[in-house]
């Protein structure tokens, strides 16, 4: 990063994901063909999402990765919670403009909200089973697209980063 700057490195990464369906002409810019944009499945739920975080962090555990998703928003925040159990992706690649997840994802694991072990009202922690490699490498999850789903219904997209 360029130049001076008075915020502190939080250490880990962080992915800022935005619903897809707030921004019609959003969905177009990201691609042309027909098969990535009608992949982009609008909801009522969603409609009211705003933009949420996912942290990656070192668990205590030597093995494991703790995930937090966080929101400033209470709505966006129960949004989420009721779906229950949401499958979270990282692409082998940092593509966004490609939707159409065909290919396999360099990791995948599903966050079953009943497994949260925050008490906060604008956070939701889970462990993964796995530890991730926090940097950048062939298998780490710097620069790569991150995916949140439910179902078929894409609830947010983002690339990871440095925090």
Known sequence: MCGDTNRQSLGGTIAVLFPQNQNTSAEASLSSSPES?????????TASMSSYNLFFR???E???TKVVLQTNDTETYHA???YGRLDIRIEKYGD????????????????SMDQDTCSSRTEM?????????????DTGVIGRQVTVRE???ILGIGVVGYN
Do not use: C, W, Y
């Open 96 to 111: 966004i403009s490609n939707t159409s997840q065909s290919l396999s994802p360099l990791h995948q694991f599903k966050l």
């Open 37 to 45: 944009v009608s992949s982009f499945t609008s909801s009522s739920s």
């Open 58 to 60: 070192d668990a205590e």
């Open 125 to 137: 922690e889970f462990e993964l089973p796995e530890k991730l490699d926090l940097g950048v490498s």
């Open 62 to 64: 030597a093995n494991r």
């Open 151 to 153: 179902g078929g219904m």
């Open 80 to 82: 989420l919670r009721d």
